[in-house]
Each structure stands twice: as structure tokens, then as C-alpha cells.
């Protein structure tokens, strides 16, 4: 097979016969969905493919349902549309930018963000996406775009300079939409913010045998500054202003990131993440090497981990890279030695009391 053969399977669609509706029925409740299709020329088109090219696949969402990923208006088609993981990913970087009131910004790959930013004075949404998109341009090469506000020309023009797959917003501007045409292959969406979550189905998980595992659907209950403020602080240093911004920030960040992960984050944007790693000082140094090679000064940073810290060594290696404050749920039979190293090295350190495991 050649390469351009091969190739080709990416930007193929695969036919799929999965039912026009599904139904879950739990506890005698019916939960009732019907297959995402859109319209493009004239023909009824759903996913391109699943996780992989020879995956067949269709997304389904909620009947009556306005709002959320399953909704996405596409403005730009290309490329014969999204794969699963283009969804997936507008999905969780959408989850992200909903705990900001601010304009904000995830850059996502893989189902974990590689770089998020906030507005922190005025700037624009393209200033925005550059902090998030140069916490990691590396890993940003062939992202899917996520924002919580309008993209205007500014922004597209930005977006546009690199290589990006797909981009999702509530919004676009009219006069950003022709800056898009210039690539066929990038598409973009507009996604309306789910307005009351409240009412979601559990989550499934289906195992190697056909079992399934239903869980409650995981969002943080430290929603506010407020909420924050009112947890324990075990150690000397108490958290400024700033820092106490920062922390919820990268906790917001850190619910949203495969576990165990790590969030390195300062004024109001992530200069490093740490995902998916099987101990956490691993999570933490993927972190550190992350931030060093593009140039990213750590001292006064905030950090935010899923899990408590079961030993001290984070903490003197967050210390050696000059980190000020933590966030993290507490719980270890080291807590107290955690504290203690906190303490020697200056730092502040947040008790959330709860764990924020995401393994997707």
C-alpha cells in the first residue's frame, strides 16, 4: 500500500448501520437517544469513523436535547467530517472552559488539554489561545480548538498560522468564517453551552466481556473563589489573592485531566500538564521537563494534582523548580510529612477533601 493510500484512509468515511434511536432503560427510567446527522450537500452524514479508521461508529444524543457536543452546528465541513475523537475532544475541552466566566481557551489532543488560558485583563481571544497554545506547541500541532466565547477574524488568523484540526466555539464572528476557507481540511463548530447538567444519566463504562460499570457523572463542587477560600490550609503559608485565582484555576484544569495529572499553572494560564502517568512525581516531572523545554519559568507557579501526594518527594521537586502553592485532596498517611516539607520550602497548600480522578 502506498502512502498516499494510506493517507487516504483518514479522510475516508466508514459505513455504519447502528440504529436510527437507542434506548437505556435504568432503574425503570428511560433514557432515549437518537443518531447525529448532518445535512452536507444534500446528504445525511454522521461520524467518519470511531477511535480508528477501520472503526465504524455513530454519536447519539439525549431527545429533545438544544444544547452540548451532540449539537454541534458545523459552519465548515471538511475532511468528510469528524471522527469519534474530534468529538470526544470538543467534549472534554468544552467541560473546561464551562467552569470559566471568562473567555477561555483549551487546546486539546488526545482527550487532554496541552495547554489552557484565561483572560486575565482585557486581551482577546487571540491572545488567549496563544498563552494556551504555546504552553505546549508541540503537542498543539493537529489540536482540536475549544473557546467559551465568540472567535473573531484576530482569532482565526491565529488559529490558522498553525495546524489545527477542528475548532469549536459558541460563536464566529462573520468576518472569521472566510479567513477558515483558506485550509479544506480544518472544520469548525458551533457549540451551544449545556445550560443544566443537573439532569445527566450516569456514566458508562463497557468492559472486555460486555459488562458495564455505571458511575455518577464527576464535576468539582469548588465552583467559586468562595468555595475555595472556605478549605483547610494545613500549612504556615497561607495562599495570597493571586495564588488563591491560580489554584482554582489549575484545579479546574486538573478535574478535566487524565489521571494521575499534574497542572503547573500561572497567571491565568497552564505553563505545563502532566497526563495519564502511572505515579504521580512521574506525572509531576513530565510537568517540569515539559515547562523547561519551551522555556517556561516555574517560580510562583501554582500547582493542582487529582490525588494526594503519597510521599514528599513532589513536593521537593515542585520546591526545586520554585512552585509557591498547591491544591491537592489530601488523604495520605504522609500528610503530616507533606505538610512539614511544605512548610520548610515556603509553600501553601489547599486541602480539597475531594479526589478528581478522570480515566475516560
Known amino acids: 500500500m502506498s502512502g498516499q493510500e494510506i493517507r487516504r484512509i483518514y479522510r475516508k468515511a466508514v459505513e455504519e448501520d447502528f440504529p436510527d434511536t437507542i434506548t437505556f432503560t435504568l432503574g425503570g427510567r428511560k433514557h432515549q437517544y437518537d443518531k447525529v446527522q448532518w445535512t452536507v450537500r444534500d446528504e445525511k452524514r454522521g461520524l467518519r469513523y470511531g477511535t480508528n479508521p477501520h472503526q465504524r461508529a455513530a454519536m447519539y444524543k439525549p431527545q429533545g436535547s438544544r444544547t452540548g457536543i451532540g449539537n454541534v452546528e458545523w459552519v465548515k465541513w471538511g475532511k468528510d467530517g469528524p471522527s469519534a475523537t474530534n468529538i470526544e475532544d470538543g467534549s472534554h475541552g468544552s467541560r473546561i472552559v464551562s467552569y470559566f466566566d471568562k473567555p477561555a481557551v483549551s487546546v486539546m489532543k488526545h482527550l487532554n488539554p496541552s495547554g489552557v488560558a484565561v483572560q486575565l485583563s482585557d486581551e482577546g481571544n487571540a491572545a488567549i489561545y496563544r498563552k494556551a497554545r504555546e504552553a505546549d506547541p508541540r503537542a498543539a500541532f493537529g489540536s482540536v480548538v475549544v473557546f467559551n466565547s465568540p472567535v473573531d477574524m484576530e482569532t482565526a488568523k491565529e488559529i490558522m498560522s498553525t ?14 468564517l472566510p479567513v477558515f476557507e483558506a485550509k479544506k481540511d480544518i472544520r469548525i463548530g458551533k457549540v451551544r453551552k449545556i445550560e443544566d447538567d443537573r439532569n445527566l444519566p450516569p456514566d458508562v463504562v463497557v468492559l472486555d466481556d460486555g ?150
Request: proline content about 4%; aromatic content about 8%; hydrophobic content about 35%.
Open 163 to 176: 495546524y489545527v484540526e477542528v475548532v469549536y466555539a459558541p460563536d464566529f464572528q462573520r468576518d472569521a
Open 211 to 360: 459488562s458495564v460499570i455505571l458511575e455518577d457523572p464527576y464535576k468539582t463542587r469548588i465552583r467559586s473563589l468562595e468555595s475555595l477560600k472556605q478549605l483547610p490550609v494545613p500549612t504556615k503559608m497561607k495562599p495570597s489573592e493571586n495564588e488563591y485565582r491560580d489554584l482554582l484555576q489549575a484545579w479546574w484544569v486538573t478535574c478535566e485531566v487524565r489521571s494521575n495529572a499534574i497542572v503547573l499553572w500561572k497567571n491565568g494560564a497552564s505553563l505545563a500538564i502532566g497526563t495519564g502517568q502511572q505515579d504521580r512525581v512521574g506525572a509531576l516531572e513530565n510537568c517540569v521537563e515539559k515547562a523547561h523545554r519551551f522555556g517556561h519559568d516555574l517560580k510562583g507557579s501554582c500547582l493542582g494534582s487529582d490525588g494526594f501526594f503519597p510521599r514528599t518527594d513532589n513536593i521537593e521537586t515542585a520546591a526545586a523548580e520554585g512552585v509557591s502553592a498547591i491544591v491537592q485532596p489530601g488523604g495520605s498517611v504522609e500528610d503530616n510529612l507533606v505538610i512539614e516539607a511544605c512548610d520548610k520550602n515556603g509553600i501553601a497548600m489547599v486541602l480539597t477533601g475531594e479526589r478528581s480522578f478522570r480515566h475516560f
